[in-house]
């Protein structure tokens, strides 16, 4: 019994020790980000098209929690002065970004900040092992202007071109010019936060981040999975654009535009989820088909 308990008994201390060691830390990150993060939230996080920041910093710091103690118990620090080095650049990201109100440079001195502090503290092992959260977090760092309007207009025409079509091949009045979709009496112009690339890229998160918290052994369905989100994504904005068609058709355009159009947003991630979860079941069943087969022959 003795011997059986032994590996927490160990285990415990050397966590707790840490404490005193990341508190100042802690306490001098919030000093730093939270003027950050406060203009975030009053800002750019409470507009639609950034609105998936708070959701990519939860869930990254919810996938680092899971392995913090793994980090933590990594060997001495062995990427100290790299670590220094990602943090004088990272620090002055935030002073350019900070002073100069340029959003990404902030957002990307918060990832480098915390990057450095754990190779300094615990080493490249650490970085190792809490790589998925770093790596998810840099879907929070909106992308330049002119890249974004350049692959938001044909995503958005393609959107456009087919809702209008399913819609009338459901029987409904609806025509499109351009990005413009005419049902009824109402027009019904197809925005950037409905089809855009930063919603493309949204969904593209959370498909990685459902495939990092499933963590299929199987090459195939990791890979087949992770080439469909593209699609999927894509059907996820159509189903949208569809719905809110549909609420302003038949409920009028305050409808469209006040609380619906927010639902119309939950629809968009529920309707990509129940997608995801879908095609990774399939693929699922054509791994067990292919083992089943593959068993069979070899019983032969």
């Not at 001098?28 to 750019?44: E, H, Y």
């Not at 970004?97 to 300094?120: D, K, N, P, T, W």
């Not at 079509?165 to 019904?188: D, E, K, M, N, S």
């Not at 930063?198 to 593209?204: A, F, K, N, R």
């Amino acid at each position: 019994m003795g011997l059986a308990n032994a590996g927490p008994a160990l285990k415990l201390p050397r966590l707790k020790a840490l404490a005193p060691e990341w508190l100042p830390i802690g306490l001098g990150l919030m000093a730093l980000f939270i003027p950050t993060f406060v203009g975030l939230f009053r800002g750019a996080w409470a507009t639609e098209e950034q609105a998936h920041g708070p959701i990519i910093l939860a869930l990254a710091l919810w996938l680092a929690s899971r392995r913090w103690k793994d980090a933590c118990l990594q060997a001495a620090p062995s990427g100290e002065a790299v670590g220094w080095a990602i943090f004088v650049v990272a620090l002055v990201l935030y002073v350019l970004g900070r002073s100069q109100q340029i959003l990404s440079f902030e957002i990307s001195s918060f990832i480098l900040v915390l990057g450095a502090l754990l190779l300094i503290k615990r080493g490249a092992g650490a970085l190792r092992v809490l790589w998925f959260p770093f790596f998810f977090m840099l879907f929070m760092i909106p992308l330049p202007g002119s890249v974004v309007s350049a692959l938001t207009m044909p995503m958005k025409m393609a959107v456009s071109y087919v809702t209008e079509h399913l819609l009338f091949w459901a029987g409904l009045p609806i025509a499109r010019t351009g990005v413009i979709l005419q049902i009824g009496q109402y027009q019904l112009l197809v925005a950037d936060a409905c089809a855009g690339l930063q919603t493309l890229l949204t969904l593209e998160s959370l498909g990685l981040f459902y495939l990092n918290v499933v963590r299929h052994t199987s090459a195939l369905r990791n890979i087949g999975l992770a080439m469909l989100i593209v699609p999927i994504s894509f059907t996820a904005n159509v189903i949208r654009v569809c719905v809110l068609t549909l609420i302003t058709y038949y409920f009028g355009d305050a409808a469209g535009q006040g609380f619906l159009h927010g639902f119309a947003g939950m629809v968009l991630f529920i309707s990509a989820l129940v997608l995801i979860i879908g095609v990774d079941s399939f693929l699922q069943f054509i791994a067990k088909s292919k083992s089943s087969v593959q068993v069979g022959r070899q019983h032969e």
